[in-house]
């Protein structure tokens, strides 16, 4: 697994809503990293997922299965 790097103050990324609750002990942990880091939540929530669907091996294999479909979705 690689390893994941939170960069301190990093820049904004163009954002897209997305409606979703977040468990308590999360939400207190990406406080405390956004605090850390000094970057807002929502570059973390994007950050850390980007991070997670990367390293989902079988996640990864589906995408390129579908060929260059899944890359005109982004």
């Known amino acids: 697994m ?6 301190k103050g990093a820049s904004k990324v163009r954002r897209v809503p997305l409606k979703t609750t977040i468990d308590g002990a999360v939400a207190d942990d990406l406080a405390l990293m956004g605090k850390w880091s000094e970057n807002d939540t929502s570059y973390l929530v994007n950050h850390l997922l980007r991070f997670a669907l990367a390293e989902s091996a079988e996640f ?15």
């Open 2 to 7: 690689t390893r994941l790097k939170i960069e």
């Open 60 to 74: 990864q294999r589906y995408k390129q299965s579908l060929g260059n479909g899944a890359e005109n979705g982004r």
